[in-house]
């Protein structure tokens, strides 16, 4: 366990890499928009493809970020806007309160209710003619992976499919999700996350505020939920950039009585960085977060993961 001065300097880190600016052409479609949930206010971005005309439902993908960040940073930061407007998907980057969100780890029971806020989203895109409401995906960085977790076991068939990166299951969902419902579901985790550790347990810099399954459990508990057959099917992807220090195994439990299937991509030697991150010349981060692959993009693994599976008609 990181002793508090360790805690202090990764919430510093994690502050930096928040906002940290990167490059990329600006969408020639951004909306900022706003809506009342439970009394407050939540912010949101959406991001459309050059040329959408009014009333064109795409598919969508809603994308929440991790603890200290933003939507904004989100969407600079992973990297799917550009691979969105090229496959004439639209992206929404809604904002936590006070930069987090309420995944159901022990403690946050009295936090905003955030199921019900990505609900009353996708029910607002669905309603003002952005979304296809077959093809909605949800993919959640850290914190926001964990809420995915919590939203497909408290809110299932709203979203298609769903995507955790450098997430695990918090501990509670696990013991409380319904039985009922099950979806497609990408994890990637990294074996050296300093952050969400692989093992699972209590995670930092956010200690003694609930734990999360270690990647192996959560992998199994979905497997189960989506009634797979244990057998999988494991490959190594191609060692692209052998500088990142990195590699990424895949495995994939197809067989599944509920037509879900499961995949990991476990990145041997990652930290708690999404694959496919750009964050420069900034070695401070890499020596408290540890290597970003680069052997994949987490944002272009998910679009076609999603892409898969729309909802039954």
Known sequence: MLDKLSHALLSLTLALFSMALFAQSAPAEVFEGSMDSGGRERRFQVILPDGMKPGQRLPTVIALHGALMSGKSMSRIFGMDELARGSRV????PDGLRRRWNDGRTGSADGPNDVRFIRQL????????????????????SNGGM??????CEAPGIFAAYAAVIATMPSDVAETCP????????????????VVPWEGG??????????VLSTPETVEFWRRHNRCKSQAEVKPLPDKDQADGSTVMAKQFAECESGSPVVLLTVEGGGHLPPGAQIGNRPFLRSMLGAANQDISAADVSLK??????LPR
Do not use: M, W
């Open 90 to 93: 639209a992206v929404v980057y």
């Open 122 to 141: 996708a029910d607002r895109l669905v309603q003002d003619g952005v979304a296809d409401p077959k093809r909605l995906y949800l993919v959640g960085v």
């Open 147 to 152: 809420l995915a977790f919590r939203i497909a």
């Open 179 to 194: 039985r009922a419902g099950s979806a497609p579901f990408l994890i990637i985790n990294s074996t050296e996350d300093r």
């Open 202 to 211: 209590e995670i930092g810099p956010l200690a003694r505020r609930g734990s």
């Open 305 to 310: 993961f999603f892409k898969r599976f729309p």
